[in-house]
């Protein structure tokens, strides 16, 4: 086990902190606030400018133009878009669609579309199908056609070129079961498909509405499938680890700026740092931090080594890096005092992110939830 | 997933595991009950057994009779002997504070006299630092030690008093900081001495505790004499050697307590699956159920925590404030869990833990009484906040 980075990821920190420090500004993504559509310009240009870094091919294997990293790999580079607070469905194209075009029995059409990720061609965002809706999405994923769906709130429908519509669902119920996985992809120009711009919560992200009305598929861009729940919940999870990775990043960053503020901010004739309420704070929150990064630095090496307890060393980090970048950087607005309640403050944007992050998984109590059934169940080691 | 170990340290482990089971199996551990493992002469025997066979000073280099062992077969050992859920150490300020300072600070007669007894545990010592009014503060201590040279020699003669020290009715020898300049204050003129518990003017009174049981005690000196050449480094140098001492005290120290606690949750998830709440097993409640996932959670990066300071600690850089945050961590945590023990254990955790019907021995209620104290010493939860904030993310003082 590794907890040091390796001198070639310690490189890929390094470098993607000084690219996102000239290529993701504050500044710029203020620009973009009150104008989505200015945002998804951006958002677009950022893009581009990943991919000539190969970002977009990270876990691409290198046959398809890939760099074919991992885990640790991608957590790394999560922390770092984090702390920039990178807008665009980075974590869908890269990680997700990237790891879900991989799976065992996904067909070479759909598969070739790997080149079309690495390359920055193709960028994706998430449409997952709720189970209303899932039983005739599997059939749609079966057959082809034309596929339909009611409206669907979508984090940057505005930068994507397709959509990944996604069901899963387990098939026997036992831990150790079988799932079924459907999936398409359907170009945002496709007749049929409309979006709406939204206001979003995280103003660094733009949100759409997406409804699909018999939107015509390509032929080879769907698929359907029985898997062994373990490899379905493993891709599922690397998303999920990206996103605490992120968290970890926002807070990181949020943290470092706090810290730097009362340590200049006076009252009473003394930097506020130097009050015990306000130290004490930071302290815990620091812990919180330290803690939710071995979590999630162990979730990703033995996601990477295929250890047995990978599935539940990432609940582990999950509900632990959600409760504390909510907390984190919503106890660095209270250090800030009222300067922390403005829009001019950059706290806000990272305790918007934060929600954000944990709204967008399945959320804190399903995974203390599933945490607790491993032990129920015997299948913890002490 | 665990961190890999060489063919040599996998072999380590495998000779310290199976000296602990067979040696442990020997004085009859194995059929003795949780109340008869925590008998202090039982303790003390088993202690000198350990030194007698040659597993203690395996960090001490060889010339002082150690084993000279790299930092992770001193780790691995410590995971064993808490797995093996081996006796409590009594001896264990003299092994963990005070033989590395009298390695780095003390002289070669010091080392000849002193290292030897501590290795073998037939001399037993106490820590007298704080005191009635020097607690967190410990630079306010105002035990006074002054300094006579006659016809008898030269030597200081102690006097005030000591509190809350630690097995001090056991101890042969405490090292004890006093104010050696009677002018000084604050950190400047402490001194580092190494005082003789049989000598004339020391009263020991133990005290009672919360436990009902009695660790640790008052002590009193009155005009009580050491020889000078019982001061560790010179004088007024005492405040910096207990502070150099602390580091030590606080870096591979609660290796084994994180191994205990795992062992301990483990033994709280049986508990639970024992325990009838309303007619069925406690760990069907929900509300136990993720508190066990949340005392899960904490233990697991805990261990994860200490190797990934242990690698640190191995590429030779300066650990952070990492043994602040570990000690801060650990007691917090365990406190929560055996707060979550009493939970389960439901009406019979009114029964007192001395009482012979209370469950499991009253193990829970007396450790769960006993984690109350944790918060406490070795500097409390409040003091290690502020070095988390002063040092590690460097606030202002
Ligand atoms: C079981 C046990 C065994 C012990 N064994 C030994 C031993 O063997 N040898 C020995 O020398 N000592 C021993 N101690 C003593 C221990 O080190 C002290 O109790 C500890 O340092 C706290 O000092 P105090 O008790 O005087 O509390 P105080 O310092 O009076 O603290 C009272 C409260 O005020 C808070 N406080 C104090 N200063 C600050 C500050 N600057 N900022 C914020 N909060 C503050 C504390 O956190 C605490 O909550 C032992 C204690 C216990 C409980």
């Known amino acids: ?382 | 997933m665990n961190p890999s170990f060489s063919a040599a340290e996998e072999a380590f482990r495998q000779e310290a595991r199976i000296w602990l089971i067979e040696s442990l199996r020997s004085v009859g551990y194995d059929a003795m009950s949780w109340r008869e493992r925590l008998d202090t002469d039982f303790c003390m025997r088993w202690e000198r057994h350990m030194g007698a066979s040659g597993w203690t000073g395996l960090s001490w280099p060889k010339e002082y009779g150690g084993r000279a062992l790299p930092l992770v077969q001193q780790v691995i050992f410590q995971e064993e002997y808490a797995r093996a859920e081996a006796p409590i150490l009594w001896n264990s300020m003299a092994h963990g504070i005070l033989a590395p300072t009298l390695m780095y600070y003390g002289t070669e007669s010091q080392k000849k006299r002193f290292l030897p007894g501590i290795l073998s545990n037939e001399e037993r010592w106490c820590q007298g630092y704080s005191e009635p009014g020097a607690g967190s503060d410990l630079a306010a201590l105002a035990t006074r030690a002054e300094r006579i040279s006659d016809a008898r020699g030269d030597r200081y003669v102690v006097t005030g008093q000591k509190v809350w020290t630690s097995v001090a009715q056991f101890a042969h020898w405490c090292f004890i900081l006093v104010r050696s300049d009677p002018k000084s204050s604050r950190h400047k003129g402490i001194s580092f001495l190494l005082l003789d518990m049989k000598s004339r003017g020391v009263t020991v009174r133990p005290l009672r505790q919360m436990t009902g049981e009695s660790e640790f005690n008052e002590v009193f000196f009155d005009g009580v004499e050491v020889p000078v050449e019982n001061r560790v480094g010179e004088e007024g140098q005492g405040w910096e050697i207990a502070m150099t001492a602390a580091n030590h005290e606080r870096g591979t120290f609660f290796v084994p307590m994180l191994v205990s606690m795992q062992s301990e949750l483990r033994d709280l998830v049986k508990l639970a699956r024992t325990t009838p709440s309303d007619g069925r097993p406690a760990i069907e409640d929900p509300l136990i159920q993720d508190k066990l996932a949340q005392l899960y959670m904490d233990v697991s990066v805990m261990r994860l925590n200490s190797y990934r300071t242990l690698e640190t600690l191995m590429q030779g850089r300066p650990p952070g404030p990492e043994a602040s945050f570990t000690k801060l961590f650990w007691s917090e945590v365990r406190q929560r869990m055996l707060e979550l023990a009493m939970d389960i254990l439901g009406p019979q955790a009114m029964l007192a833990w001395t009482d012979p019907q209370a469950a499991a021995g009253g193990r829970w209620q007396r450790e769960h009484l006993w984690s109350r104290a944790i918060t406490i010493l070795a500097a409390t939860s409040e003091i290690h906040r502020n070095i988390i904030a002063e040092r590690g993310l460097g606030m202002p003082r």
């Open chain 1, 1 to 382: 086990m590794n907890f040091e980075p390796t001198e070639e990821q310690r490189l890929l920190r390094e470098s993607a902190r000084s690219a996102l420090v000239g290529l993701c500004t504050m500044p710029v993504l203020r620009k973009g606030f009150d104008d989505p559509a200015k945002l998804d310009a951006f958002a677009q240009a950022l893009w581009a400018s990943v991919a000539e870094l190969g970002w977009t091919g990270l876990v691409v294997p290198e046959e398809h133009g890939g760099m074919g990293l991992g885990a640790t790999e991608f957590a790394i580079l999560h922390e770092e878009l984090g702390r920039a607070l990178f807008t665009g469905p980075y974590t869908v194209t890269a990680v997700l669609a990237a790891g879900l075009l991989q799976l065992a029995g996904c067909p070479a059409s759909l598969r070739a579309r790997l080149t079309d990720i690495a390359s920055g061609a193709m960028r994706l965002a998430l449409l997952e199908v709720q189970s209303g809706e899932r039983e005739s999405f599997f059939a749609t994923c079966g057959h082809g056609g034309t596929v339909s769906l009611g409206t669907h709130r979508v984090p940057d429908a505005g930068v994507a070129t397709h959509f990944l519509l996604l069901a899963t669902e387990q098939v026997t119920s036992s831990h150790a079961g079988v799932g079924r996985l459907g999936m398409c992809l359907v170009d945002r120009s496709a007749s049929g498909v409309t979006v709406e711009s939204r206001e979003s919560f995280d103003p660094t992200h733009t949100m759409g509405s997406v409804t699909l009305r018999d939107a015509p598929l390509d032929p080879g861009h769907f698929h359907v499938t029985e898997l062994p729940a373990a490899q379905i919940a493993r891709v599922l999870g690397d998303m999920r680890l990206a996103r605490c990775s992120e968290m970890l990043g926002v807070a990181d960053r949020a943290l470092s700026e706090t810290v730097a503020y009362v340590k200049e901010r006076k009252q009473f004739g003394q930097p506020v740092g130097s009050f015990q309420a306000v130290k004490h704070k930071l302290a815990d929150a620091y812990i919180a931090l330290e803690n939710s990064r071995t979590a999630a630095r162990y979730a990703a090496l033995a996601r990477d080594a295929g250890a047995a307890d990978a599935l539940l060393a990432l609940d582990v980090a999950e509900a632990m890096t959600s409760v504390m970048g909510i907390r984190v950087t919503g106890d660095c607005i209270q250090a800030h005092g009222g300067m922390g309640f403005t829009w001019e403050s950059d706290m806000h944007l990272y305790f918007k992110r934060a929600r954000w992050l944990a709204s967008t998984g399945r959320g804190v109590g399903h995974a203390r939830a599933s945490i607790a059934s491993a032990i129920v169940e015997g299948r913890v080691e002490f």
